[in-house]
């Protein structure tokens, strides 16, 4: 692979960088902003990531409008707020019915239009204002866009139905767009931004991710949605490649990434590839993004962690124990361990004597992620595939028998693919699972965002309102909607000891908070802080985690566990050791 260089890779005018949450787009964006800026093109880098840190990043103040920045004479930074965003076109949407329509139903609105979709579509409709702007084309060489929109939000853009009242015949509840009426005057921009985007002598993408499974994965999902609406002209640019090794773990590392990277997917094969080393810093400042691309800095910081001590699993198991939870659940975004922690506690509360159920949906976490004989262990395994298809099909059979037209339908199936639906349907399983096991411990380790269990609620309130028969809750969804609130509900959240995973983990668990659940644990995994190594890159890596390590220490008023990194598969014995 060589190395990414922008200057050489960068022909078109458009760059949209996306990747999952913490993979380093907006690193990459960064660095490949200021070194075209630094070659005389003049730049016009503009964010949507709703955890972005791009006032960190430059150490100043940034607006949505557009900032030069002093010390790069050809850059100017928009950083969009897509959140507040949202907030304001829901509010747009659902003012008029304010008044009219029953309270139950505002409700479901409202909650329908709280969602990551409605999020995205906000930020798509913030720039879709720089991508139709002819003064912004003709005033800049590069506009790059850190986080490019998913196949999902530009194929429901182009759906008829996506611009009629949607909201008063929502065909299912798991709705996560409800109606993009409060749109309208918009839909020839966003044709136009569409076409932009499929455009290859105008536009790249950027696919970043790191040299590990479960990101390299993500990527081929996402060139492969965006490949199917005519978005071709793509690149991958892997993160984080660890060049040298020259102790046990920085060995095991340097071998863990090779091996990922000699299996990726087939689908992203042919794309150019580019990779970037593994940088011990934060891409924070100036210096550090313009060093990202260019020449590798290895300063360990004499910082310690505020904490005295450091809890690991065992206190968690034992806390739980002492408080006698019934229901467990690991949280956090993918790629930071929640099924292996979730297994851990499970065999650690089965060693208590406790009788336990483990479910999973992690394909790779079946029966033997756990002991081959694990006392008091019972496991099942929730295949989320099956369980979307089971609750998509259900759903369109009920709006097909309703006589819908082919455009509503169209809408409705491209709204089943949706984050929310796949979680909704995902939680149907695990609910019924929870009702059969009344006499043990339940450890689950993917649970419904905040956002799903509300929409739950509002649907469940808004088919009292309004009788309808399509996508309706489960009886075994209503009795434990309830359940998670109360002290029988344990839920553990699951960071990396870097920026991205600690920010989206405390969205999550804002997200949490409105559905009145509390988090009472944090896990900070995979910490090379915490596993010693002696190789000079990562012992200055590891110098980097402390900051993201007191914050979570200071959030938590110490209740966290610290988790060393291995590059072991965790199951049997090895779980015991975390």
């Known amino acids: 692979m060589n190395t990414f260089n922008p200057f050489q890779v960068t022909k078109t005018q458009y760059l949209f960088f996306t990747g999952k949450g913490g993979v380093g787009k907006t690193s990459a964006a960064c660095a490949t902003a200021v070194s075209l800026a630094d070659q005389g093109k003049k730049v016009l880098l503009i964010s949507t990531d709703p955890a972005s840190n791009l006032q960190d990043v430059f150490a100043m103040e940034l607006t949505n409008k557009g900032t030069p920045i002093p010390a790069v004479p050809n850059l100017v930074v928009a950083n969009l707020n897509p959140i507040q965003a949202a907030a304001e076109y829901r509010e747009s949407v659902i003012a008029p019915y304010r008044g009219i329509m029953p309270e139950a139903v505002i409700t479901n609105m409202e909650e329908q239009l709280s969602g990551s979709c409605t999020i995205e579509i906000a930020a798509f409709n913030e720039f879709s204002n720089f991508i139709t702007d002819p003064d912004v084309q003709q005033e800049y060489d590069h506009i790059i866009f ?91 640019v892997v993160n984080g490649v660890l060049l040298q090794s020259d102790d046990p773990i920085s060995e095991k590392l340097y071998q863990k990434q090779q091996a990922a990277l000699g299996a990726v997917p087939e689908g992203l094969k042919v794309l150019p590839t580019y990779q970037i080393p593994l940088r011990a810093y934060n891409i924070t400042g100036l210096e550090n993004v313009r060093s990202m691309l260019r020449d590798d800095r290895q300063e360990v910081k004499p910082e310690t962690p505020n904490a005295k001590q450091f809890y690991g699993l065992r206190d968690i198991v034992d806390s739980i124990d002492k408080a006698e939870r019934k ?42 992620f756990v002991l081959e004989q694990a006392d008091n262990i019972t496991m099942s395994h929730i295949d989320e595939h099956a369980e979307l298809k089971k609750y998509q099909d259900e759903v369109l059979s009920k709006a097909r028998a309703n006589g ?68 309706e809750t489960p009886e075994s969804v209503k009795r434990l909607l309830p359940r998670l609130k109360s002290a029988e509900t344990e839920v553990v959240i699951v960071a990396l000891p870097e920026a991205t995973p600690v920010y989206e983990a405390l969205r999550l668990e804002d997200d949490l908070k409105r559905a009145q659940i509390a988090a009472n644990w944090w896990v900070i995994n995979q910490s090379f802080y915490h596993a010693g190594t002696t190789n000079t890159l990562l012992k200055a890596k590891a110098s980097n985690e402390v900051e993201w ?23 049997g014995d090895k779980l015991l050791e975390l």
């Open 146 to 236: 850190d986080t490019a929109p998913t196949g999902h939000t530009l194929r429901m853009l182009q759906l008829p139905s996506a611009w009629s009242n949607f909201i008063s015949e929502s065909t299912h509840g798991a709705s996560c767009l409800g109606q993009l009426s409060g749109l309208e005057g918009k839909q020839a921009i966003y044709k136009e931004a569409v076409v932009t985007l499929a455009d290859s002598k105008r536009t790249t993408l950027v696919l970043v991710t790191r040299p590990e499974d479960a990101p390299l994965k993500e990527a081929q999902r996402a060139s492969l949605e965006l490949a199917d609406l005519g978005v071709n002209n793509q690149i991958l």
């Open 404 to 471: 819908l037209s082919g455009e509503d339908i169209a809408y409705i199936e491209e709204d089943l693919r949706s984050p929310c639906t796949q979680e909704i349907a995902v939680f149907r399983a695990f609910a019924e699972v929870v009702e059969k096991a009344d006499d043990q411990i339940v450890v689950i380790d993917t649970a419904p965002t905040g956002h799903t269990l509300l929409l739950l609620e509002s649907t469940e309130s808004y088919d009292k309102e309004i009788q309808r028969t399509k996508g």
């Open 549 to 571: 390590i007191n914050r979570i220490d200071q959030h938590m008023d110490g209740k966290f566990a610290l988790v060393a990194w291995s590059a072991d598969q965790i199951k």
């Open 327 to 368: 229901v467990v659940f690991t949280m956090g975004k993918g790629g930071v361990g929640k099924t292996t922690v979730a297994a851990a506690i499970a065999l650690g509360l089965a060693q208590k004597g406790k009788k336990v159920h483990l479910t999973t949906t992690d394909p790779a976490a079946h029966l033997k």
